[in-house]
């Protein structure tokens, strides 16, 4: 029985190229033989489908004769040129075509796809620190700045590697191609693979004398000054990240990323929730009964805040936009702010009597 291509990789017959080539690292991915839960069978189907649909003349001629397609290849009956010399039979023996599957095989798993080109510059790693604020900072944002110990490139040579006025000579190791190739086995047959040159680390071209100062590394160790604004309204536990402050790249390569994780020492008069603020405020019985002012502490400062007569214990009063900034957006949170009726544990005197004479006023009260 004839094979839909279209089918075995999870297209449409409209499927542009880079559709088709995602469809097929997908696969690739999923049942290579190497892979723990792979399919041998499977992955040849696929592969053989990439071949043609791939290739936009075989893929014409795939269109063309629908499911007669490998029937007509292989007895003759395509028109001139055939089917470009495929023939599905080849996969049994390991013969296979690759075309551009040496990049795609090299992206999956680790190999080279035999061509010839320099290598890119190793990029510097990324790293991660701890930057402390206080809550205030965090709240309002803030310019901070410290050391941190890294690679940086070296000033000397400015990452070159060579001491200053030393010639530069092609690596005869590589013939400044930045890669060495050898031939290893795999599972479609002897395959190219391609790795960074031992010798010049990929640079394809060796000076005449190496940096004294960093030993033709390109890079040196030292504490760099990381300075850095931090957004209001940021949280505890929330990550920044700063471009190209990680590690210094190799030979020109660029340098990683800078991963500060923050920690927000906490405040004793507030809380914090999402974008409110929460603080308790404690009041006698007689300024809960009777009402009053009280001066209330915010992030912003003092601020009076009026107090109603019969205000309950756990009463929550909202002071809006005091709270947090929302983070890289407009607007705050608000500042909530529970009032605790501190009820007194010793009486003695004349304060003892005038609360016994109001309990008994009360209980008239009720009993009318």
Do not use: W
Not at 40 to 50: G, H, I, P, R, V
Not at 182 to 194: C, E, L, M, P
Not at 329 to 340: A, Q, S
Request: charged letters at 25%; hydrophobic letters at 30%.
């Amino acid at each position: 029985m004839a094979k839909d291509y279209y089918d075995i990789l999870g297209v449409s017959k409209s499927a542009s190229e880079d559709e088709i080539k995602k469809a097929f690292r997908k696969k690739a991915h999923e049942l290579h033989p190497d892979k723990a839960h792979g399919d041998e069978a499977k992955f040849k189907e696929a592969n053989e489908a990439y071949q043609v649909l791939s290739n936009k003349e075989k893929r014409n001629q795939y269109d063309q004769y629908g499911q007669t397609f490998d029937q007509a290849s292989r007895q003759g009956g395509a028109p001139a040129g055939g089917f470009g010399g495929f023939d599905p039979s080849g996969f049994q023996q390991g013969n296979v075509d690759f075309g551009d599957l040496g990049d795609i095989f090299g992206d999956i798993f680790g190999f080279g796809g035999g061509r010839s080109k320099r290598s890119r510059a190793k990029g510097g790693r990324d790293i991660q620190a701890d930057l402390n604020l206080s809550f205030r900072e965090a709240v309002f944002g803030a310019e901070k700045s410290f050391e941190m110990y890294k690679s940086v490139i070296c000033g000397h040579c400015s990452g070159t590697g060579a001491e200053p006025g030393s010639k530069m000579h092609t690596c005869q190791t590589c013939k400044g191609q930045g890669q060495v190739q050898r031939i290893v086995n795999s599972f479609f047959g002897q395959i190219a693979q391609n790795s960074i040159c031992p010798t010049c680390e990929g640079a394809g071209q060796i000076p005449s004398q190496k940096c004294r100062q960093c030993n033709g590394n390109g890079r040196i160790k030292k504490n760099q000054v990381i300075k850095v604004s931090v957004p209001a309204g940021i949280d505890d536990g929330e990550t920044l990240r700063l471009s190209n402050q990680g590690e210094a790249g190799e030979k020109g390569g660029s340098a990683g990323d800078l991963y500060l994780r923050i920690r927000v020492q906490p405040d004793s008069r507030f809380v914090r929730k999402n974008a409110d603020i929460l603080s308790q405020v404690d009041i006698n019985f007689p300024a809960a009964a009777l009402g009053t002012k009280l001066e209330i502490e915010t992030i912003d400062g003092a601020i009076s805040m009026k107090i109603p007569a019969g205000t309950q214990s756990g009463k929550v009063f909202r002071l809006k936009d005091k709270g947090i900034p929302y983070l890289r957006k407009r607007g705050r949170g608000d500042h909530l702010i529970t009032v605790n009726v501190v009820t007194p544990t010793r009486l003695h005197g004349k304060k003892k009597k005038l609360l016994e004479e109001l309990a008994e006023m009360e209980g008239d009260e009720i009993s009318e």
